[in-house]
């Protein structure tokens, strides 16, 4: 029981040291891609720049808007929050590092991504704000019909792995860079890497958020530390989207240079979880990518994608990597 | 209990996409607007009537605080005005230096338009990479006139003083390096025409950076076409000019069909749109961008070939030289007078416009003879543009009006006057 609590916190402490340096890259690295320098004030370069960011929203007050639903309007950040770090109990880091070994490990994840959207309905329906009810309407929208196409796309890894358990999914994809999933699994992979930008609320998907229209969206109401709880929430789905789906399309802890003679010998000594932290940074860096490139798109056309583009698509692939599995070509 | 179908939200005023000031009272189905109420006067100033207080000189100055993201454009209205008033006649020098800075004027407007609208739309790089190209525009605005913004520049019977022959440098400070000020000053060793000159020539290519990032972007294409969908009757019923009215295929351009200035010796094209839509608004703009560049062009060749004077010899009008201040105790009386009572219109009435980058400006004053208008009258292009929000916006969803509002390009400096 012990043990469990502290291996825990050796994951959530990392976490949360990473989500906070996160939200400093994100501004560091869109500020370089817009001409601009980002925070370089606090700390050498800006480093202490998120322990600024933590003290400011810790002193701030918090704003309770009037007939707002006091439980709920409290609760919400926590519902969004608590599903998101909970989901990392699934993760294999590495061949021995998993705290929770379980045989239904990707249908965990999915129950805990699908969670958050409680989160997100509550705080927009709680605030008692008509900007913060829009915002939470389109989430809860957006998440559900985009739970559907994500979850074919998965269908996918799961045919090939025989198991919904992520290690074995790992195990699975053995045998180097061209055994890893992406490969016969592409579509799926492209449609799943949309769904979980659209699932994460990120841009160019971020139509709850909605920073042009609907200003903040569901958190429009929140100040201080609530509305960090939902910051950190964000940042800490976003790469835990990353990790996950380097895990299921690209080997997860395992090695890139697995299978070819020599190379393989002489990166034998790196610790999976390096491989595993820099296949997500870079998922995490083309989530930053987008949002510095990409228009946002508009509800309506984010829910024809979802229905019109994406369902078809994996749905018509899920037979075809039947088939492919049949015959034993993959 | 009667069923209601329909809600209330209120956009602005301090709402990110309310353009400034701007509160629009929006009647929702759902997501899809009924009816738009836009509630305008938050930055009303007053201007016209504290124009009538003023002496025609002292009110040059509020002609850049109308829009107050294309400065010179505004003043050149009202210069123009009084000079048809008062039948001066302009040397030729002053006209093209008018021109060059009209133009770059529209760039700037343009910019800040485009940077807005890619914001709006949540585009967040194009806003960036447009501002850096527009600071060097106000770097050209700065030399000539000694202000960034407010400039003043356009005075009656031609401008405040000539180009300048050296381009101003930055300084060297702790926080630039000798190769990051080499950088900056690289393009400012010379006068300010081989400063713009520099600048005509890095542009386009700047233009088409734009163009990489939102012309042939699906996103963009879905936000944008078939949204605000404006016809061509329509568009002229409701007052519109522009790019609002050649959006819809109308090739109305002032500066083509009622040239002023010297526009009739310059070649350029105007584009014009197809659907009426925001997609075609956006691509007009940015032709007009590109032909913005082609007119500076032609502009900086001919100051470059012809010096001469940039002020008209009309003495009542235009004040002294500073030289001949110095030494001349009438020159220094006619500065005074000129400065404190100011100079008189006849008795008239007058009306002026330009193209202005968002449509058509136009200056009337109402002379009683005096050394203050009787009355004065702004026509702003973004008025009517405004006006029409209701019905371009009806049927669409909310995050459309944010579209059609930014399409729109209005200032409320000058929709509130």
Redesign the interface.
Known sequence: MLMIFIYALCILIPLVVAVAYLTTLERKI?GY????VGPNRVGFGGMLQPIADAIKFVTKELVYPEHADGLLYYLSPLLLLVPSLTAWAVIPFSESWVLADIDAGLLFVFAMTSLGSYGVLLAGWASNS??AM?GSMRSCAQIISYEIAMGFALVGVILLADSLNLQKIVYAQAGGILHWNWLPLFPMFIVYWICAVAETNR??F??AE??????AGFHVEYSGMLFATFFIAEYANMIFISVFTSTLFFGGWLSPFEGIPYISTWFSWVPGIIWLAGKSSFFVFLYLWM???????????LMMLGWKTLIPISLAWIPFISAMKLWGWV | MAKEHS?T?NFGPQ???AHGVLRLLITLEG?TVQSIDPHIGLLHRGTEKLMEHKTYLQSGGYFDRFCYVSMMANEHAYVMALEKMLAIKVPERAEYIRVLFAEITRLMNHLIWLGAY????????V???CF?DRDDLLAMYEAASGARMHANYFRVGGVWRDLPHTMPKYQSSSWKSKKKLADLNADRQGSLLDFIESFIERFPGRIDDYET??TD?R??K??TQGVGVVSKERAMSLGFTGHMLRSTGVAWDLRKTQPYSVYDKLTFDVPVGVNGDCYDRYIIRIAEMRESVKIMKQCVDWLREHPGPILADAPKVVPPSRDHMKDNMEAMIHHFKLHTEGFSLPRGEVYSAVEHPKGEFGVYIVSDGANMPYRIKVRAAGFPHLAAISELCKGH??????TILSSLDIVLGEVDR
């Open positions: 869109i891609m817009q001409l601009r008509k900007y829009l841009a160019p971020d139509v909605g920073e042009s229209e609907l200003v949002r510095a490139t990409f228009p946002r798109y508009r509800y309506d056309q | 809600y939200i709402h990110p996409a997501e890619g914001l709006d739309l949540g585009a967040m790089s806003f960036l990479y850096r990032l939102l972007n996103i963009w879905q936000r969803l909310l995050a459309d009006v944010v």
